[in-house]
């Protein structure tokens, strides 16, 4: 099992415990190409990969090729926005499912869930991943209840 998700704080207790006990991921990956870009960053990032799972940031177009190597491995990817899940999408990685687990609010974001807020590029986002076959789910924690993308729709509208 994998899990490709959009989480602004990207790895963090969630990610690592939450769904890394669920998954028991090889590898816990942020696709970011900013982060990727900063050694140092980067760096503080992975602290919070837990040991005898292996790190990695690289840049979202990148995905396809350092996971290409790894085939059979499970992992955990985490995206920072929907957008870049999208873009991941574009540069040729196939992925069906994708958890929306955290976005916060910042001006003009729109609450959906108490943890997931958005802007209106992201349900234009949301909607090309769904014509493309991308099943988009919003769930922060295994044990919790997911939504399906009609339920953020939907919240969406009103």
């Known amino acids: 099992m994998n899990l490709i998700r959009v989480d602004d704080r990207l790895i963090h207790g969630q990610v690592s415990v939450g769904w890394g006990t669920r998954i028991n991921p090889e ?12 050694p140092g960053t980067s760096e503080l990032y992975l602290l919070g990969v837990p040991d005898g799972v292996k790190g990695a940031v690289i840049p979202v177009s990148e995905v396809k090729n350092y996971l290409g190597k790894a085939e059979k491995a499970s992992y955990i990817l985490v995206l920072s926005s929907i957008q870049d899940a999208l873009r991941l999408l574009d540069s040729g990685f196939g992925f069906t499912g994708l958890n929306i687990g955290g976005i916060h609010d910042s001006e003009g974001r729109k609450e959906i869930i108490h943890y997931v807020f958005l802007f209106e590029e992201d349900i234009k986002a949301i909607e090309e991943l769904m014509k493309r076959g991308v099943k988009v789910t919003v769930q922060d924690l295994p044990a919790n209840r997911k939504y399906d993308a009609e339920y953020i729709l939907n919240k969406w509208k009103f």
């Open 27 to 38: 590898y816990m990956i942020i696709a970011n190409d900013e982060i990727a870009s900063d």
